[in-house]
């Protein structure tokens, strides 16, 4: 079996990040087969991945902050994302094919409210929201124009649909746009790859352009662009290791519902993973993600580390 025949893991080309200053996140990953160099069979893969996003530090610029504490402004704390990503790809033939990809996240937020005590200062109330929900469900199509014995190229296109919640409230109100499970957008999805292995070693490039079409309830979200660079290498017939290098650049939010002066941001992380055959068609794998730069608009939460782990299997 080839190398890139031990690294199943579908999901879709599109790297994910975080949306904004309250945290709303997902890993900024590709780990999908035909970026990556596989030349797959027709087929259905089935892919699950859990991530782990733990958003604690307030960001100004590159550099962690305190909180401004402003009289009748509110300062983030803290937002846990835990996000089970499925993905079903349809490979139609070896030039194409399709993926759609259902977010389930689990999101736990709370900030302080520093409300006006009338006397000068503030009275720091805190709030929170902890819910779940299905995000914005994508559709991807591919084509691959180009193939030889060692390295292919290819285009995707698709829509990402406003399949997620935008009404998620606590007891009183609604969480913030950035916060929801939904963008309440249609955004296009435009990207180009190219990979190439010999032997045991194999390396990928893609880039990434999502751009809002329709919005909702006068919030639009920022353009994203994105690029990851990618190695591999087959230790064992059944062990690879990988490392991706994964930049995004994200333009403000605009809108009444949204706040641009604390939204966009620049990201560069690191990315080292594996992934292990355990039968036939059937692989696990993990990758610890870690910022080696950050740069955000105004005050944002940004994470550490993050890890994302999964198994995909083919039919």
């Known amino acids: ?106 999101r736990a937020h709370k900030h302080i409210f520093n409300a006006d005590n009338g006397a000068g200062g503030t009275d720091p109330e805190l709030e929170k929201w902890n819910f779940s929900g299905i995000g914005d469900v994508q559709a991807i199509a591919r084509y691959r124009f180009f193939s030889s014995k060692d390295s292919n190229a290819g285009i995707r296109f698709g829509l990402k649909l406003p399949t997620g919640s935008i009404h998620k409230k606590n007891s009183e109100e609604e969480a913030e746009r950035t916060l929801q499970p939904g963008s309440g957008s249609v955004d296009s999805l435009l990207g180009a790859y190219y990979n190439r292995h010999d032997g045991n070693i194999g390396w990928f490039a893609q880039g990434t352009w999502q751009q809002t079409l329709y919005q909702r309830n006068d919030f639009r979200a920022g353009t994203k662009l994105s690029a990851d660079v990618g190695l591999s290498y087959s230790a064992t017939p059944d062990l690879s290791l990988m490392l991706q290098l994964n930049a995004l650049h994200k333009f403000k939010d605009s809108g ?42 105004g005050a944002q939460l940004t994470a550490d580390w993050s890890v994302a782990f999964g198994v995909n299997t083919s039919f």
């Open 1 to 106: 079996m080839k190398f890139f025949q031990k690294l199943a893991l579908a999901t879709l080309f599109v790297p994910l990040a975080a949306q904004a200053s309250c945290g709303g996140a997902f890993c900024n990953l590709s780990t999908d087969w035909d970026i990556q160099g596989i030349a797959s069979k027709p087929g259905i893969r089935l892919d699950v991945r859990a991530e782990f996003i733990n958003l604690d530090q307030l960001r100004h610029g590159t550099h962690t902050v305190a909180p401004a504490g402003e009289v009748n402004e509110h300062d983030e704390v803290h937002t846990l994302n835990r996000n089970l990503l499925t993905t079903l790809d349809w490979n139609i033939n070896p030039d194409w094919g399709v993926t759609f990809k259902v977010p389930l996240l689990s």
């Open 256 to 297: 009444a519902n949204a706040e641009p002066a604390d939204s966009g941001s620049s990201t560069l992380s690191l990315s080292p993973g594996l992934s292990y055959r355990v039968t036939t068609g059937t692989q696990v794998y993990g990758f610890l993600q870690k910022p080696i730069y950050q740069y955000v608009n």
